[in-house]
């Protein structure tokens, strides 16, 4: 292997959840530089990161001499890791190769042509995957069946002026006809305050009505303050575009900010009552109730279990060989609930990791 095939895998290799991490220790030598210590034969080395360890404990031929005293499932698992390695790398360049613009199509290949004799015919630049869409992709082909012979398909500026705008026109027809029904019997307007993978704040106002959930307009407030009277404008704006008399009740989060400005928006509007979200209380509960001492404690040492599964890859096989084996769900950083999620998903799993403790395997391992 390259000099830059192993720096581009050790780069992608470096994450602590590797299970290389597992059998080495990260320190400093006395000029400051980092090396990596097997646990193994005490194999010290100061460049090539993880994946240059990996080498080591896989017995490879490399960089580095292969270490004699590596168990061998972990050489096994260091060897299959190598593998998967070589594999996406290999992925990555045939899938460069064939890049453009407009994406990644698939290339002409033998047998393309339905007629070769015939220059003027060409293949369509189709993805394979498209094949997988099964509904789609029979949609297609019986829209295709049913044109008649010389239909002639849309060229770039028609795609991108006239259909766009005919798409445009048809989707402002579909939120007219909930206009209708909002006029008749009334809707309930909500706002939904978020923030983005970009880490943008967000807010999507949404109109619900006995038909259906329609989506309004999303605002980008990344860059205002939002006190009470910049929100109140904002909701004011909204409530204006679909007729305050059609608005019945008024949704949104439970900062103080979005009460008064809701509450403000109630006083203009007599027509427009307001509650808080649902799922913003509860989850302002579940916050008060996961920040408890011993709710604290249960939840780390439920996360210490589920790192100690997924982190081994011969137990984590071993468990999902078991009849009726579902995964662990394991918490992040996202909404409250996840940690009782994830502390109920453990509880489930109770007699399989009890089963997994006991088995010859685990205690001989």
């Given amino acids: 292997m390259s000099t830059s095939s ?4 050790s780069q992608s290799s470096r994450g602590m959840t590797d299970i290389t991490w597992t059998h080495v220790i990260d320190g400093v030598n006395p000029n400051g530089r980092k090396t990596l210590k097997c646990l193994h034969r005490g194999k010290v080395t100061r460049g090539g990161g993880i994946f240059r ?20 499932d972990v050489q096994y698992l260091m060897r299959e890791s190598l593998k998967d390695i070589r594999i996406k ?49 029979k949609l297609l082909v019986d829209a295709m069946t049913a044109i008649e012979s010389g ?7 028609g795609l991108r002026v006239n259909l766009l705008r005919d798409a445009k026109k ?29 880490h943008r704040s967000l807010i999507n106002f949404m109109v619900y009505c006995p038909k259906g959930v329609c989506f309004v307009k999303s605002i980008d407030a990344s860059d205002v303050v939002k006190d009470v009277g910049t929100l109140l404008k904002m909701f004011e704006e909204v409530a204006l575009w679909i007729e305050p008399n059609s608005i019945v009740h008024f949704v949104s989060d439970n900062g103080s900010n979005y009460k008064a400005a809701r509450r403000m928006l109630s006083e203009k509007y007599p027509s427009i009552t307001w509650s808080p979200c649902a799922t913003h209380s509860i989850n302002l509960v579940l916050k008060d109730i996961v920040e408890m001492d011993h709710i604290v404690y249960l939840a780390r040492r439920a996360s210490e279990v589920t790192k100690f599964v997924y982190n081994h890859t011969f137990f984590i096989a071993w468990l999902r060989r078991r009849q009726g084996w579902k995964e662990i769900v394991r918490p992040s950083a996202t909404r409250f609930a996840i940690t009782f999620i994830a502390m109920r998903s453990l509880y489930e799993h109770k007699h399989d990791l009890q089963a997994m403790v006991t088995d010859k395997s685990f205690v001989d391992s």
Wanted: glycine share 8%.
């Fill in 6 to 9: 192993s720096r581009s895998s």
């Fill in 53 to 72: 360890m990996k080498q080591h404990l896989a017995g490879t031929k490399g960089d580095v001499g292969a270490c004699l005293k590596v168990p061998f």
């Fill in 89 to 137: 790398n290999k992925e990555k360049v045939d899938s460069s190769k064939y890049n453009t613009p407009y994406g990644a199509p698939i290339h002409r290949l033998e047998g393309d042509m339905l007629n070769e004799d015939n220059e003027e015919f060409c293949p369509s630049e189709i993805h394979i995957n498209e094949s997988r869409f099964g509904s789609q992709q």
């Fill in 151 to 157: 239909y002639k398909h849309p060229n770039y500026h």
């Fill in 170 to 198: 048809e989707v402002q027809l579909f939120v007219d006809s909930y206009r209708k029904i909002w006029e008749n019997v009334g809707c309930i307007l909500m706002a939904d305050g978020w923030t983005d993978n970009s």
